[in-house]
């Protein structure tokens, strides 16, 4: 699709968006440290569809940090009613569309591409509840196939845990652990507009999440690079308990870079049951909840070799876990603001870092790879799911 040449906006609007970008980047990189890899990814000129992974409600400073480039972000107009949202728009340029005009959004993104602009695409649809990569929406394949630039992915790594994170189960209402926030920013390979479907996509931003999370642990050993891999997932919650049974040993193993980096700390218990709600174990664990008698309800993040098979008792929530070689691959998890969290047949959702290459599952904390189980895949909501169940 060509189009025409854009019309340049007047000279104060200019002013203003390189005066709030230079302000805006000074903010955002003093207090989040963003840092970014392959930012050579981002041609020097020319038009680029930027396809970001979507955890907050300011991935925009956090994308517009991290890229080379002055971003455009593809906006729902509703919120244009307020003031100072249009203010923002109009100084950043933003590409507004209305709700249900599915056609209009695609070609109005389709022409700024094209007119040479970098362009952001949140591929998702959606903020993530979960933490991990959501279902992509298929009309990304309907504008790739309108484009005459290339699609290049972005993950960013970190912005779980920020306050305008889903994290805590809540938006916004919530302080900071600590700052400032260090976040990292991977561009994936780049792909030709022929080739932009959403199995592909989701494949380079799988493989973008590996390459951000190895930008952040360059030296980490893999209980280190796992256990911040566990913790970008709203299973396990942060700077809580959560109990193992005494005698369990794959708890403490599968665990410990989690417990170091965000304070959940494993607490030990002789018995099914107590204050702490969050259970992690495998056969041994299974095995002594089945026979107990629970009145409070618990959550069994289960490792065991039969995580797959039903676990029915009243006031226990069980979610099946796949941990390979000692390192955590997948975890099911609580629903989330409508998204699942589990699955039947799944276990559970494949945690940031991981990216699968043929028959292995490979990441900076086996960058080997590692062989995954028999008719094993993950399906196009992300989930490890399994031929057999």
Known sequence: MSASAPVAPPW?????????????????????????????????????????????????????????????????????????????????????????????????????????????????????????????KRGIELISGKLEAPLVPLWIDGAWGSVFSFERNVFFRKKPYQLPHRQFAAFGEPIAPADGTVE????????????????????GTPSEINGHQIG????????????????????????????????????????????VTSWVGGNFTRSRIEASEISAPIDFYDFGSNALEPLTRENVRHFPCLAIDGLVISMSMPDRGGQPGSRTGSWGLLLPGWFVDGNLVKGPAAENGIPLPAGTSVDAGGFVVTESA
């Open 12 to 136: 104060h609007i200019r002013v203003q968006r390189v005066l709030l970008r230079f302000i805006g980047l000074l903010i955002i990189r003093t207090v989040y440290r963003v840092r970014t890899v392959n930012a050579d990814r981002i041609p020097a000129k020319g038009g680029v569809l930027l396809l970001p992974n979507h955890v907050t409600f300011t991935d925009a400073f956090f994308i517009t940090a991290a890229c080379p480039r002055p971003v455009r972000f593809v906006m729902d107009d509703r919120p244009l009613e307020y003031a100072a949202v249009r203010w923002f728009c109009s100084v950043f340029n933003t590409v507004n569309i209305r709700k249900g005009q599915s056609r209009e959004a695609l070609r109005l993104t389709v022409d700024a591409v094209n007119q040479g602009d970098v362009v952001c695409y949140f591929a998702e649809g959606q903020l993530a509840r979960t933490g991990a990569l959501n279902e992509l």
């Open 232 to 275: 970008q997932v709203n299973a396990l919650p942060w700077r809580k308990p959560f109990a193992v049974l005494k005698g369990e040993e794959v708890a403490s193993s599968l665990t410990e870079g989690f417990s170091e980096e965000f304070g959940s700390l494993a607490v030990t218990r002789e018995s099914i049951g107590g204050p």
């Open 200 to 219: 592909i996509i989701r494949d380079r931003l799988l493989k973008a999440s590996a390459d951000a999370v190895r930008l952040r642990f360059p030296e």
